[in-house]
């Protein structure tokens, strides 16, 4: 899956703890070793490999979490999608660091992107795809799957208290540290990583966050990012990072995607009940006429739409604010 996972745990048993963290990075390897897209071997890959010329049978587990990821794609009006893999590879995301398609290529590819082109068989537990060139990503939900199922290895081993993350974009923080409310967790600035651009507390639930500056490439003199529009092809634009809670993992970094590809509008709009998001996004700087105004104006002013709650001012152009 292409991630750094850690952690973190309290408890008075050491033996017990080492025991238990031994078995939630074993869990992590068996999902690598299904999810991963890397991996020929993988029950991914085979899918990819076959799908589009026979039914694949795919285990369980695999065949829930593609429906779950359908489900996404549906509420989510096809801002998440994991079949984008055609669009990653022609920008040049897979196994590299980006690069500018011609157009052509970007409609060749664009064309085999399509969550209505998985076809799943409940009754077989089979992944056919509706035509050749169709390939499952993923990226947007491997993470967060993972480190729900390491959460849930902790707890079947008696550990009541730990802070797992994979490459700190998707946590799950179980309990809390001895003494404190909950976990205390950075949200990062995505100009400068310090100071941070907020801090939460968090106690039985996951935080994801995906950003332009994970990854991304500069070609005349714009930047883009590894986060793709899979209706458009091309790498959304305007929203630099997304932070979302939620009770899982799984759910808060697969909301990460639709809500930076379609924006704070249609974020306040359709983000599910129950999930808390932070958004940056790109400000045009102010001239020294507005920021005169802004001086001016009364605190009642500030948020009249409603939206966000604007916690310090935008700086560099930027944004950062709860959606309300």
Known sequence: MGSTFSVVVYGHDRNRMLAAVDQAFEEARRLDQMLSNYRPSSEWSEVNRHAAARPVPVPGELFNLLAACLEYSRQSEGAFDISVGPLMKVWGFYKGAGRLPRPAEIRQARARVGYKNILLDPAARTVRFRREGVEL??????????????????????????????????????????????????????????????????????????????????????????????????????VVSVSVIAPRALDSEAWTKPLFVNGRAWAQRHRPAGLRAYMCEERPRPTPAFARGRKRARPADAGRDGTFSEERPPTGGMQCAWLQ
Do not use: N
């Open 137 to 238: 990503d993923p990226g947007g939900i491997g993470k967060g799957y993972a480190v729900d199922r390491m959460v849930e290895t902790l707890k079947s081993a008696g550990i009541s208290t730990a802070l797992v993350s994979a490459s700190g974009s998707s946590i799950y923080a179980l309990g809390s540290p001895p003494g404190e409310p909950g976990w205390s967790v950075s949200i990062r600035r995505p100009a400068a990583p310090d100071p941070p651009a907020a801090q939460v507390v968090l106690k039985d639930e996951s935080m994801s966050t995906s950003g332009s500056y994970e990854k991304f490439f500069r070609a005349g003199g714009r930047l883009y990012s590894h986060i793709m529009d899979p209706r458009t092809g091309y790498p959304a634009r305007g």
